[in-house]
């Protein structure tokens, strides 16, 4: 089983809808967690941080589930302006481990 | 605020050739990291170096060398260019918080195009 794995999509929505992506991590040890995102020929920039309790920014929410290890991310009400990568990162207690990327989920956003 | 500035944006080697990535960060990071990306294959960590003075190899060092010349600035060198090197490749930096099992955000440089032919 990879680190962490992600479904590549990708996923068309239209505008205005409700889209969730998953991600499973393997290692339970695994402490810090992220969503970036990724705009074609860019470089990655962090969305949010995941926390246990999880936590809403917009009309973003992440939810991180523990006993199963992955970790969501939804977008409500999808804007053109979302069609990106989004990539799921875990971290690992220790601090000096590198981030473990997963390889994106693909999101394009239709009118 | 320049964050992480990486150069050259963009290069073109003949294989068997060397060339040297740099990259700068101002934002006082502790770590600094240099990635590859390909189609497919996501980002691979090729080395990382936690602190001034320390670098380590990641997924897919073979190939590369690097030198954390100060806390700031964190080169990385190919020696002999081969076309399996050709990729997009990212500096990044962070800091960690040791003892809070907390990292912080993880910052990208816009990235380097290489092509090898």
């Known amino acids: 089983r990879k680190e962490v794995e992600q479904d590549p999509g990708p996923f068309n929505v239209p505008e205005g809808a409700t889209v969730a992506f998953n991600c499973t991590y393997s290692?339970?040890?695994?402490?810090?967690f992220f969503w970036y995102r990724q705009d074609c020929r860019k470089e990655p920039k962090l969305l949010m941080s995941v926390y246990s309790s999880g936590n809403e920014d917009g009309r973003f929410t992440a939810q991180l589930n523990r006993a199963s290890q992955y970790i969501s991310l939804l977008i409500r009400d999808s804007k053109l302006s979302d069609s990106a990568t989004y990539l799921c990162v875990v971290a690992q207690v220790g601090g000096n481990t590198p981030l473990v990327f997963g390889k994106g989920t693909r999101l394009s956003v239709i009118a | 605020n320049a964050g992480v500035t990486q150069t050259p944006k963009f290069q073109v080697l003949k294989t068997g050739q060397s060339m040297t990535l740099q990259c700068a960060q101002d934002m006082n990071h502790n770590s600094m990291y240099w990635y590859r990306q390909d189609p497919g294959m996501g980002l691979r960590l090729i080395y990382y170096?936690?602190?001034?003075?320390?670098?380590d190899k990641g997924e897919v060092p073979n190939g590369y060398n690097v030198s954390r010349l100060n806390k700031r600035e964190f080169s990385l060198r190919l020696e002999s260019a081969a076309p399996s090197q050709t990729s997009v490749y990212f500096c990044?930096?962070?800091?960690?918080?040791?003892?809070?099992?907390?990292?912080?955000?993880?910052?990208f440089g816009e990235g380097s195009w290489l092509t090898v032919v």
């Open positions: 990044a930096s962070s800091e960690v918080l040791q003892g809070a099992f907390l990292w912080n955000t993880i910052y």
């Open positions: 170096s936690a602190s001034e003075g320390t670098t």
């Open positions: 290692n339970s040890a695994s402490q810090s």
